[in-house]
Every structure is written in C-alpha cells, then in structure tokens.
C-alpha cells in the first residue's frame, strides 16, 4: 500500500494534466487500501470454496439456483477469474506508482540532513532543550553536542551559516527502506501471482489456441486443441491418477467445466503404492515409490524417488505432491443373483474397476459401471454401547452404478462377506438414487452356510406364479361346505403376494385403503398383513424342506428370526430397484496413487516479494528515523544553544531518548533553560521544517 507519510507536496505551479490527474488517482492510498481488501476477500473466498471441481458437484452442494449466481461470479475459479485478475493488475498498477511517487523523496530523506533550519521552529518541536551559557564558546560547546552525538550513535553535519551554526544529526535512517520494501514486495506478489494463476491458460482460451475438453475421454483420445506443450504456459496445477505399474507423461488441468491435458518433459512410472490407516478408518499416511524417465537429462536410467504427504519431489522445476489415492482397475469377480425373477441360477461376471458392463434389465438394457473397490472398511462398531469409541473393518467392498437408457443412475456400495449385526450375520448393500444422498441399506441375512442363497431361494419362490398357484392350492385349508371361499381365500393369498413382491409391506397397506372403507381401514390391513405373513410362512417351510431340514415339530428359533429378516428385506426390494443382487466373490486389488503436479513460473518472484515484505516490516517495526538539530549563536557574549528533535515511530521511546541526551549536556553544558512547552495548535514539526526549507 502507499507510504503513510505523502509529504512531497505538488507545486502550485504545476498544470493539472489528464497524466498528473492519473498519477494521483492510481497513486491514492485510498485506491490502494480498497484494491488490497478486495483481493483479501476474494482470497478468502478462494480459500473457503473450494476451487476448479466438477460443476456437478458444486450443483449438489449449493443447487441449481445459487449454482448459477456463483458460476457468473467466477467463484469457482476465483484466482482465474476476469475480474480477480484486473483488480491485482490494478493493485500493482496503484502500488508501482506509488513507488515512483514517494521513492525519490524517501531516498533523498535519508541521505539529506536538512541544516537549513530557523530557531522558531525549533522551538515549535515537541520535543526540544534550550541553553544559554555566558562562559562558554561557541566552539566548546559544539564539541560537546558532537561528542554527546556520537555517544549515541548519531550522524552529523555541521553548517556555519554566518551568524549562527547548526548542527544536523540524524539515525535509523534506513527506517524509510521499510516502506519501500514493503510496497516492492506488494508489486512483487502480486506479479508472481499473476504468473502463477491461469491468466496464460485464459489467454490462450480467449485467442482461441486451446478449448477446453468437457467430455469423459481418455488420455489418448484427447484432441490436440485441448493439449498443451511442455512449456505452453509458465505455470499451471494438474492431477494424475497412477495405477500401480503404469506410467504417465501428462497431467490433467481443471478449468471451470472443463479441462485441458497437460504434457510433461518426462514420465512419472509409479513404482508401488502403500497405504496405512488410524483406527478410525481415517488414512495415516499412504506413500509413492515412483520412478522418473527422462532419456534427455537422466539417458536410460531412471530416477527413483519416494513421495510422501508433504514431501514432494521436485524435479526439473516441477514439483510432484502426494495428493490422493484411490483404485487403479482392480479386477474383480462377481456373482449376480436375480432379484426380479423366478430363476435361482446367478450368473457369474469378471470386470474391472473404470469400466462397465452391459445387462438385461426388466425394462430396458442396463450398463453396470464398476467405480471403486476397497480392501478395508473401517467402521465406528455398531453394536458399541453409547459413548464407547470402537471400529470394526467390515472388509472388501465394490461400488458400483447401475445406469438406464436414459441416462440416470443409481449407485450401489456392497460388502463382500456377511456382516454380524445384534448377533446374526447378513449381507449388506447400500443405495442411493443421487450423489450426495445418504446410502439406504438392504440387509440379507445369511444362511447357516455364509450364503445368501437361502434368502434368493424364499425370494424365488414369491415370484413363481406356477409354483406358488400350486402350493396355494394344496395348501388352502379343506371347505367341503364353501369350495368358493376356498377359492377366494386362494386368489386373495396369491394377490397379497404378488403385490408384496412387487412393492412391500406398503402396496398392501395401499391396496387395503383402496379397497375397504375408511372406518374399517385399521382391522382390513391388520387382517391383508397376517394372511401375508402366514403365507409367506408357509413358503419359508417349504424353503427350508428343500435344503432338507425337519420341519415336522416346527421351525427353531435361529430358523424364526431368519425369517423375520428375509421379511424385512423382502418388504425392501422394491426400493432397492435393482434386477439383481451383486455379490463380490473375488478380485486381484490394482492401487492408484493420486499425484499433483505444479510448475510456477513465478516462484522465485514470488519467494522475493515475502523476504522483501518481511525485511520490510522488520525495519519498520524495529527501527525508527531520527532526526536532531543543535542551533548555535552568540548572542549578548553568551553562546545560545537549542536542541530539537522528532521521531517517526516511537515517540514515547524517543522522548526518553531525548531526556537522556538532555541529561548528558546538562551534566557538560550545565542545566538547561526552562523548557518551553509548544503551544496545543501549533504546527507539527514536519510542517515548520518544509515551510523553513521551502522559504530558503
């Protein structure tokens, strides 16, 4: 910001022109001071948002609406934004020219010692001593204020002006270097930070030499109009996934909607990855042994490096951070149930993680995207008594999405082996209609064999209209006197099980509040849902005879709370909206180490700006300008003396000052006169001593 003391006044000759009116517009402390709090407020925006992610996520975060009014802001790229740029560009601008003001005049402050002085004025000074000494010289007088002058570390000149001498002294002169190395430290930053932003990605945009690439490709299939040249820009930010094993010579720079792929001069192989975790389940640490390939610099033999969180690796000028870590493409072998259909047979799937799968769905094609796999799942217990902090890895998982012809997905998260919950085990999957919901949970139970096969088998058997017209019939209760009630209750079981197949416990309370009137709503669903249960009951016993159990004294209580959960997961199918379940039965885990490259054309510029500002600040702080002046003349055979003095900063410490160097001339000269204290309006010494230099 401009120096606090603008002191060099403008000639009153001097002609207002269009170029001094600019000068002094874009010189103004108040210009400066308001550039500088936009652009501290703009930083903290940047800082609190997070900057250059996917606009669909910043869609889920803040909605359609405010999505929009931050998107024409620019807050999403706040340091690349049009307006950021010209307001820093501004702040140089004001800045520069406020050096080129106030330089001249600071540096001629320091080396000129201003003996051009009237005894009025300093007799104006604050802070100011007064001698008249009958029987002493001039000359031994002023010996004695040089010698106490350089006791204490002054510097002087003397001026005989005829009639009467002054001496000029002043110290910490570099005290004014303070604010020309933090105004040049301003400029600095504020250059490097244009030449570390994407002002050169934004102007290779606007002359239309790249566009930035929105769809979901591949590296090689990238076009040329949206990859950028070693060297093309002098700074940018880009990310890499590396899978184990691979290697990569380019980056990925994000830019609003889009992005733009980065070259480099060499290839990051990823030699190993590893990963550990806290007992919570939160990442430790997870390290990169890499291997950098570059046959200019480093000929057929690489260079092995170890990259850690907060240990980068810089290379060349470009700096390689530890920024993430995900899945590579594990392979995985998976074993899909049927959900919707008669059949109990499942169909066994290989793939891989990043890629999909075409399937058969009940209503159209699906694509079975396979994102994400994990080895470990470190969970808060949830059998844990309130208050108690225990985790538990529940073990491989596989994320995956299941997307229609029309685009929409729904995204699925599945644990591999059966989880023990309140002491019996199931099969847990998660699901969520849209990113950012919380997962809603299906939990099958396990058979006594770690299967699911019993529950798949009980599901089956609920969506086989043959099997189940068949077993209704011969399971209907014998009416000799009413066959057509037998036949009723017959086709009132097969609908009450066909409509919970197909929608849970809720189509049948719906199909009830359908049918029966309103006072009798409460007893007609109690009724539907225990002629429910007692057939779905009787379905279960025929499950369990076919895995060969003997039901002839009933079902034991493991056999009654399996099927109060095959119940429960049954009622939640159908907002499950999946045709199959996907169970993990294999894989061959593929790590990925996320790794950030940045290139900063500006850090040394950069770097420069903070070790000025901190010199800067160091000598304004800790120093202060000094300046005293000692008027000597003879006057009636007596030799007068006053000494003045003013601070810059400082003034309580440098009126002790002043009191001490009193002391030391009145302990040589002999006691001062009664000091004359300056009047409340009078002029501040600064003032008096332009208007006295001015006159002369």
């Known amino acids: 910001m401009p120096a606090v003391n603008e002191t060099a006044a403008r000639p009153s000759d001097r002609r207002r022109t269009l170029g001094w009116v600019l000068l002094e517009f874009f010189g103004s402390m108040n210009l400066a001071i308001t550039l500088l709090v936009v652009v501290a407020v703009a930083s903290v925006i940047g800082t609190v948002l997070q900057q250059n992610q996917p606009y669909p996520d910043y869609v889920l975060k803040f909605g359609p609406f405010w999505f929009e009014i931050f998107r024409r802001l620019g807050l999403y790229d706040v340091y690349g934004a049009g307006w950021f740029v010209g307001i820093l560009a501004f702040l140089i601008l004001s800045t520069s020219v406020c050096l080129y ?99 050169w990605l934004k102007l290779k945009e606007w002359r239309g030499e790249i566009v930035l690439e929105t769809r979901d490709l591949a590296a090689r299939d990238i076009p040329p109009a949206s990859r950028l040249a070693p060297g093309a820009v002098p700074a940018f930010r880009g990310n890499v996934m590396l899978p184990e094993g691979a290697a990569a010579n380019f980056v990925f720079v994000r830019a609003r909607d889009g992005f733009v792929l980065q070259e480099l001069p060499f290839a990051i192989e990823l030699k190993d990855f590893q990963v550990a975790y806290y007992d919570t389940g939160q990442p430790k640490s997870f390290v990169s042994q890499v291997r950098i390939h570059d046959r200019e610099k480093l000929g057929d033999q690489p260079l092995e490096a170890t990259i850690r969180v907060n240990h980068p690796l810089t290379y060349r000028g470009y700096s390689i951070y530890q920024s993430d870590f995900g899945d590579g493409g594990s392979k995985l072998e998976l074993r899909a149930w049927p959900l919707t259909a008669a059949r109990l047979e499942p169909v066994e799937v290989r793939g891989e993680v990043g890629g999909s799968l075409k399937v058969a769905g009940p209503a159209g094609p699906l694509t079975l995207e396979m994102d994400n796999f994990r080895l470990f799942n470190l969970l808060p217990e949830p059998d844990a008594r309130p208050g108690e902090r225990k985790f538990r890895n529940f073990g491989p998982s596989v994320g995956f999405k299941l997307r229609d012809a029309a685009g929409e997905a729904r995204e699925y998260f599945n644990y591999m082996a059966p989880v023990q919950l309140e002491g019996r085990w199931f099969f847990i999957s998660g699901m969520r209609a849209r990113p950012g919901e919380p997962f809603i949970y299906l939990h099958i139970p396990a058979d006594p064999n770690n299967s699911p096969e019993r529950f798949l088998h009980f ?101 009654e709370a399996f099927f109060n959960d095959a119940v429960s997961a049954l009622s939640a199918l159908p907002a499950y909206a999946s045709p199959f379940y996907l169970q993990l039965t294999g894989f061959q885990q593929v790590e990925a180490s996320g790794l950030q490259v940045t290139h900063s054309g500006g850090v040394g510029v950069v770097y420069t700006g903070f070790a000025l500002l901190i010199i800067g600040v160091f000598i304004m702080f800790y120093t202060s300008h000094r300046r005293l002046w000692a008027w000597l003349a003879v006057e009636d055979g007596a030799t007068r003396l006053i000494l003045a003095g003013t601070g810059n900063r400082h003034q309580a410490e440098f009126a002790r000052e002043f009191a001490a160097l009193r002391a030391m001339l009145e302990r040589r000269l002999g006691p001062s006169e009664k000091e004359q204290s300056a009047p409340p309006t009078a002029p501040s010494p600064d003032t008096l001593l332009a208007v006295d230099v001015g006159a002369r």
């Open 101 to 199: 003001r106030q330089a001249p005049g600071m540096l001629r402050q320091m080396v000129r010692f201003r003996a051009d002085v009237h005894a009025r004025a300093l007799r104006g000074f604050h802070q100011h001593a007064e001698w008249r000494l009958p029987d002493r010289g001039i000359e031994a007088v002023l010996g004695a204020v040089t010698g106490v002058l350089r006791m204490r570390g002054y510097r002087w000149r003397a001026r005989d002006s005829g009639d009467h001498q002054v001496v000029a002294a002043m110290k910490g002169r570099y005290n004014r270097l303070g604010y020309l190395f933090t105004h040049a430290a301003v400029v600095m930053i504020g250059v490097g930070g244009l030449l570390d932003g994407n002002l």
């Open 459 to 559: 599901n089956a058997r609920l969506r086989d209209s043959g099997w189940l017209r068949d077993f209704l019939a011969r399971s209907a209760p014998a009416s000799d006197e009413n066959p057509e009630f037998r036949r009723d209750l017959e086709r009132v079981r097969s609908s009450l099980v066909e409509l919970f197949a197909q929608g849970g416990s809720a189509a049948v309370t719906e199909r009830a509040r359908a049918v029966v009137p309103a006072e009798r709503l409460r007893e007609a669903s109690a009724l539907y849902l225990n002629i429910l249960r007692d057939t779905l009951a009787q379905i279960f016993i025929e499950v369990l005879r076919a895995e060969g159990i003997d039901v002839g004294h009933g079902v034991g209580e493991r056999e």
